[in-house]
């Protein structure tokens, strides 16, 4: 939790309010963690086809027009902090979004930049 300070400009209800929605420091960097895998392009192109159905590399490598090397890595990341789930059949791995609010965070995007 965050020491009240004396804020000049700010009356006690006002810091009070401040100081409790404010995060603590360990939730800040995990949202920026957060937000930091939707600023890498190929990450969101993966996510944006698997919010649609679930894939195999290749064929995600395919869509994407990306080496299956790259797409491994990237998927082998958004898998590792939760995003993207996968599940074999036979010798194949078939990957997905993990959670629907994912997929909504994308839209989300999209709506605030207009299109």
Known sequence: MYMEKDLLLL????Q???YNYLPDDHIIEDLAGVFAVFSEPTRLKILS???VTELCVTDISR???INQTTISHQLHGL???????AKRQGKIKFYSIADKVVGK??????????Y
Request: glycine fraction near 14%.
């Open 16 to 18: 009070g309010e401040l």
């Open 105 to 114: 965070i994308l839209v989300h995007g999209v709506e605030y930049l207009g």
């Open 79 to 85: 898998a590792k902090i939760g995003f993207v789930k």
């Open 63 to 65: 869509v994407l027009d």
């Open 49 to 51: 086809i698997l919010s």
């Open 11 to 14: 009356d006690k209800k006002t």
